[in-house]
């Protein structure tokens, strides 16, 4: 089998450069599990860090190496989520829609790698100045996030170059080995995916929504609120 090694994979001592993105309505331990045991890096979502998601999913993940996200708005309103957690040891944070720095001395005590997902350059230049371990910089291609400005293809190579060496990770409009080929190609370490593994058998959706999922296509794509 062939191996693509790069600065995501190092860090993180995965086979394969690709992150199952965290997602609150699909990603849940069982899921994250499965992807790490593929070779690849599983993130538990947290919901609106819901303090009792986090620790039910992280139990479904049994003893596989994870890692868990968080968005930031929530996280501020339930801050003892990020504390239960920690207390899991997982192997990885992810923060995405805020401010990073008020959590991050927390997860680099705990030994924990920091993952931050960021939509704008200014963001990238904040994450990285807070610390972060890995950047994901997520174009308005990801499926249903209203708020960006920039498409994947563009903000990318934007993101590399300002945050280098941190590694960086591509996410939005991506779900196969073309899209890694392109993600490397504009200098990111490896790709972050979510869509594509909502209609995994271990995905917390139910079987309709894996159906119309499956039955969808991408002009299909809406934004959420």
Not at 8 to 31: C, E, F, V, W
Not at 135 to 159: C, E, F, K, N, Y
Request: glycine content about 12%; aromatic content about 4%.
């Amino acid at each position: 089998m062939d191996v693509i090694e790069t600065a995501l994979t190092r860090l993180l001592d995965i086979q394969h450069p690709i992150l199952l993105a965290p997602m609150g309505s699909a990603a849940g331990g069982k899921l994250a599990a499965a992807v790490t045991n593929a070779g690849g890096f599983g993130l538990v979502g947290s919901g609106y860090a819901d303090s009792k998601a986090v620790r039910k999913e992280l139990t479904e993940a049994g003893n596989t190496r994870v890692g868990v996200g968080f968005i930031l708005w929530a996280l501020e309103k339930n801050p003892q989520a990020l504390d239960i957690a920690l207390d899991a040891k997982p192997a990885a944070v992810m923060l995405s829609f805020g401010d990073p720095t008020p959590f991050t001395s927390r997860i680099k005590g705990a030994d924990c790698k920091i993952i931050c997902q960021v939509q704008t350059l200014a963001q990238a230049k904040q994450a990285a100045a807070a610390g972060a371990d890995i950047i994901i910089a997520q174009g308005r291609d990801a499926g249903g996030h209203s708020g960006t400005t920039r498409g994947t293809m563009g903000l990318v190579p934007a993101v590399a170059d300002a945050v280098a060496p941190i590694p960086v990770v591509a996410a939005g409009g991506i779900a196969d080995g073309r899209g890694l080929a392109a993600a490397l190609a504009l200098g990111a370490a490896g790709v972050s995916l979510g869509t594509r593994f909502t209609a995994s058998r271990e995905s917390l959706w139910d079987q309709r929504m894996k159906t119309a999922t499956l039955e969808a296509g991408g002009d299909q794509t809406s934004a959420s609120p």
